[in-house]
């Protein structure tokens, strides 16, 4: 019985450190049917996998909402066809409301709107189209300027105007209750009555700091602890203790410390989200290519829709300086076209009639007509925006370690805290003294830190390298490259330029163009860029091709085929000798070839024996920056080896050229994955760079995978990391940012830990006071956050620029 898995990514709300991350872990783990559960802490998104015939989507939305977080709705409109009253609106009202996820739905009959919040993950717009339209209306989006992706960059915007207000207001009542603290190094010994204090500081500690109370119970409820529970736990105590030493007439008080704490941690959180936005720049950018419109030739009339409601083979019109608003074919015009965004590629592209255009990229100087081949999710740019954004969702290996050491964290302090208070008791300390103490190491304590340094550091690692044209699939493959001591690369199609030529044609009746028409007929049915270079030159010398009756592909051998009732055999001179054909007279000249850099297709006809009808020599360039590529790895102190199923001759000389000393020729397709296992017995970390269907084994072997964008699909869905533009000195680059990535990574740990390890013991034994504990405590997520940020100055190592444009041109 198969199980249908579906993953879903959800936006989680309420989430302050790492144990948070790990409560909604634990709860959506607890759930029977949750295959696997990722909560990234600095996005704020749950990725889940899940047997949809075990747990519903709604299901998984209330496990989170139980564990005491929120899953934000989402706001769409939809405009809706075919109402004429009240009882219509109600009608669609209804059919909205009764779909899982939905929280509200109100219907306007007047504009013919539908407003609806819902949970993303839960239903998606096409769904609840779908119930309009199974109610007997019709829906459609409303233009996307209105979209969920406005709707949550407002709300974003709302909550940080709250925050912020909320933080100005805290910091008004707090600054007299701590202005003594600071007058007195001065010489200037005033002191605020007690009432007073008590006055500023009850509106800071129940009205600013309800927050934290919230979030606390919420994690007691859930039976975890978090950092809101130890900032509840210590500005609690100190607020009391001064309470009760005021209701006693005492004048020794600790309402500073309780309404700095706070006061700290809010500013602390503030920056540490404005930063944490900033590490989701990359994907912002991308999203900011999407045109709103687009211009669609109807009824030979120009027609201005929303850019999702293009449909597939439509024709757009794209003026100069305007965005291409879809993936599509140009059928009319010719211009340059600046693709730096998608690619990393500075430098503009020319385009004209037949050529791929790629929607996102800005038109240069003419006028353009473009008929669309891929639209909405199915887009180009869909596609590298939900691979960032999964390679964003997911966790590194060694996150799980940082999450194992999280779940104690917060239990492990408060025993400290309880412990140093013990302490000081017994010491003889009095009660005062000792309560401040436990205070200070419970508001010093940071699982933030913990929790943010890995996944802020992957979100700008993964940015930096999408503007560089290297996408890069999850977490597992960035970390793993660092430590990358072998590349393996495919010859044709990747250190060659993949548009081979044929040069040179021997026929045994000398009749060279009888010979290349029959072989590119048997070629027709073949997609192999050696076979297409023979079709390519029947076309060049307009030579008329006999029908293709049947075809066969032999992998790593070649193809044998029927043209007009013959049968014609075409491959390597392995598939000649399986066929019993006399190939001696044409060695010498075939090796000759082969000497030069030519690949030898030998052309046979019959069965039983073959007999040879010829040969044809195809010549492929070595791409540019190939030799560039290799001699950056070797700087790096990688090795570099040349797998390919071409001729060992052929291979070498193309080895020669790059400066690659290791050739692994004559390779069948399917003995590539068992060569790149080998090569991982003896090396530590392996990474094979391909771009045809008969690499995706081998990508598949290897430690991590590299796929040529310009390659096959298969290919790129089985690699890692996918490189926007053809071209091999993006492996040195991808290899760069992964070992810039991981330092990073490294780097925060260690800061992260060593703040809790030196910090900790220095508040128990009483150095430092709540108020510079809780300032500490602040600045120490934004630290790591800040040192994440530092990773956007990563460049491309590339002999070009490939910096980028403002997204907004």
């Known amino acids: 019985m198969t199980t249908d898995v579906s993953q879903i990514a959800l936006p989680i709300e309420g989430m302050t450190c790492t144990s948070c991350a790990a409560r909604v872990e634990g709860a959506l783990g607890g759930l029977a049917g949750v295959e696997a559960a990722s909560v990234n802490l600095a996005s704020e998104r749950a990725s889940i996998h899940f047997d949809r015939e075990r747990v519903t989507p709604q299901q998984i939305v209330e496990a989170i909402e139980g564990a005491g977080f929120g899953v934000p709705s989402t706001a769409l409109r939809l405009a809706i066809d075919g109402m004429s009253c009240a009882t219509c609106s109600q009608r669609v009202e209804k059919a909205l409301r009764e779909q899982p996820g939905v929280v509200s739905a109100q219907v306007n009959l007047a504009s013919e709107v539908a407003t609806v919040a819902y949970t993303p993950g839960v239903t998606e717009p096409d769904t609840l189209a779908r119930a309009i339209e199974r109610a007997g209306f019709g829906a459609s989006p409303m233009p996307s300027e209105h979209t969920a992706e406005a709707e949550r960059v407002l709300a974003e915007r709302r909550r940080t105007r709250r925050e912020m207000a909320a933080l100005i ?171 730096s965004l998608l690619t990393g590629e500075s430098m503009p592209v020319s385009r004209g009639e037949g050529d791929v255009v790629t929607g996102g990229s800005i038109n240069g100087a003419g006028l353009l007509h473009v008929e669309a081949t891929d639209v909405g999710s199915d887009s180009l740019l869909a596609r590298i925006v939900a691979l960032v954004e999964g390679a964003q969702a997911t966790k590194a290996p060694i996150q799980r370690l940082v999450d194992r050491v999280a779940a104690v964290f917060v239990p492990a302090v408060v025993a400290v805290a309880c412990l140093s208070f013990a302490g000081w008791l017994i010491a003889g300390a009095p009660f005062s003294q000792a309560v401040i103490h436990a205070v200070s190491v419970l508001v010093i304590a940071c699982p933030c830190a913990l929790g943010l340094a890995t996944p802020t550091a992957l979100m700008v690692g993964t940015g930096a390298a999408a503007r560089a044209g290297i996408l890069i699939k999850d977490a597992q493959a960035l970390e793993l490259a660092h430590a990358v001591t072998l590349v393996v690369f495919d010859k044709t199609g990747t250190l060659t330029a993949g548009r081979p030529k044929v040069r040179e044609l021997l026929a045994t009746d000398g009749d060279e163009n009888a010979l290349l028409a029959l072989t590119a007929a048997a070629q027709g049915g073949s997609e192999h860029p050696l076979g297409q270079a023979v079709v390519r030159a029947a076309a060049e010398r307009e030579l008329a091709l006999a029908p293709l009756d049947g075809f066969s592909a032999l992998p790593g051998r070649g193809i044998e085929a029927s043209v007009a009732g013959r049968d014609v055999v075409a491959g390597s001179h392995r598939l000649m000798a399986e066929r019993g054909a006399q190939t001696a007279d044409f060695e010498p000249r075939a090796a000759a070839l082969e000497e030069s850099g030519m690949t030898v297709i030998w052309v046979g006809e019959g069965r039983d024996p073959t007999r040879l009808l010829g040969l044809i020599g195809v010549g492929d360039g070595v791409r540019t920056g190939s030799a560039a590529a290799v001699a950056r790895l070797a700087e790096q102190s990688v090795e570099v080896v040349m797998l390919t199923g071409d001729n060992a001759r052929t291979a070498r000389v193309v080895g020669r050229e790059l400066g690659i000393e290791r050739v692994i020729a004559e390779v069948l397709p399917e003995d590539k994955a068992q060569r790149v296992s080998e090569l991982r017995e003896r090396h530590r970390v392996v990474a094979m760079v391909g771009d045809g269907v008969n690499d995706a084994p081998a990508l598949a072997a290897a430690d991590v995978g590299f796929a040529l964008a310009s390659g096959t699909d298969v290919a790129m869905h089985t690699a890692g990391v996918t490189l926007m533009r053809p071209e091999p000195e993006l492996v040195a680059d991808a290899l760069s940012v992964s070992r810039a990535t991981t330092r990073k990574i490294r780097q925060n740990l260690f800061w992260a830990f060593a703040y809790n390890a030196a910090g900790i013991p220095l508040a128990a034994f009483g150095y430092l006071s709540p108020v510079i504990a809780g300032a500490a405590m602040a600045m120490s997520s934004v630290s790591v956050v800040s040192n994440s940020l530092l990773l956007r100055r990563w460049k491309c190592g590339s002999n070009r620029s490939h910096s980028s444009p403002s997204p907004n041109p």
Do not use: C
């Open 169 to 339: 207001v805290s910091s008004l009542l707090t600054l007299p209750l701590v202005a003594p603290m600071l007058l007195t190094p001065f010489g200037v010994g005033w002191m605020l009555p007690g009432t007073l204090q008590l006055v500023l500081a009850t509106p800071v500690q129940f009205v600013v700091g309800a927050r934290f109370y919230r979030a606390a119970w919420g994690a007691l409820r859930a039976r975890a602890a978090n950092m809101d529970l130890l900032v509840a736990l210590g500005t609690t105590a100190a607020y009391g203790l001064s309470v009760a030493t005021l209701a006693r007439g005492g004048d020794h008080l600790y309402f500073e410390a309780s309404a700095a704490v706070i006061t700290l941690v809010l500013l602390g959180k503030s920056l540490e989200a404005r930063a944490k936005r900033s590490t989701t720049a990359a994907v912002r950018a991308l999203m900011a290519l999407r045109p709103e419109t687009a211009r669609v030739l109807r009824d030979g009339h120009e027609v201005e829709l929303p850019a999702e409601a293009v449909g597939r083979g439509e024709v757009v019109v794209v003026r100069p300086g305007e965005r291409v608003p879809v993936d599509g074919r140009i059928l009319r015009g010719e211009s340059q076209l600046d693709e």
